[in-house]
């Protein structure tokens, strides 16, 4: 399998249509945790759906507009991170993370975006990669501001998870300020 470490034991890996039955039974086992950042995570309720979501990113990546992957811990599957937004038109792309419970603290999620970072602005030549989370979402302005990202602002109602329009907070990181370490360049 193509992977990339992360950390020891650590991998990230491409997630892929064909691994769909593992994906719906990780939601299914990690829904409440997920259901409050991530609309999918309420809408993926078996095998198929999580099919037809998984094959979306994989026309998306043959479009080049997406890309979705998988965090590894040991060969289990504990979160992922994803390109929910690639535009090489602009050179903006837009990157989302989650991760299981049990996988926290170990700096996997900060990880594998720069890694995601790195491969946007060095081999695909983005020029701005943005960050959005929920102002609740404590944990994911936290690893924004770990990578060294400047806050832009807050888009107010502008997402809706579970019939719910939520704030959002937009993190970006622009090429320029990238120092290939995880950090803004000085």
């Known amino acids: 399998m193509l992977s990339s470490p992360l950390a020891p034991g650590a991998d990230l890996c491409p997630l892929e249509p064909w691994q769909a039955e593992e994906f719906a039974a990780y939601l299914a086992a990690h829904r409440e945790h997920l259901a409050p950042w991530l609309p999918w995570a ?3 309720t078996d095998a198929e759906k999580a099919r037809a979501y998984l094959q979306r990113y994989a026309d998306a990546q043959r479009a080049d507009t997406g890309r979705f992957f998988a965090i590894r811990l040991d060969g289990a599957l504990v979160g992922g991170t994803l390109f929910r937004v690639f535009d090489t038109h602009s050179g903006v792309c837009e990157l989302g993370v989650w991760l299981s419970p049990d996988a926290q603290g170990r700096g996997l999620v900060t990880a594998a975006a720069r890694k995601m970072i790195d491969w946007a602005f060095g081999a695909r030549g983005m020029s701005r990669v943005e960050w959005r989370a929920s102002v609740d979402n404590h944990r994911s302005a936290a690893v924004a501001e ?30 320029d300020e990238w120092d290939g370490r995880g950090g803004k360049a000085a």
């Open 42 to 44: 309420t809408t993926i």
């Open 146 to 175: 770990r990578l060294g990202m400047t806050h832009e602002g807050v888009l107010r109602r502008s997402f809706v998870v579970n019939g719910v329009r939520q704030d959002m907070a937009v993190w970006s990181l622009l090429a």
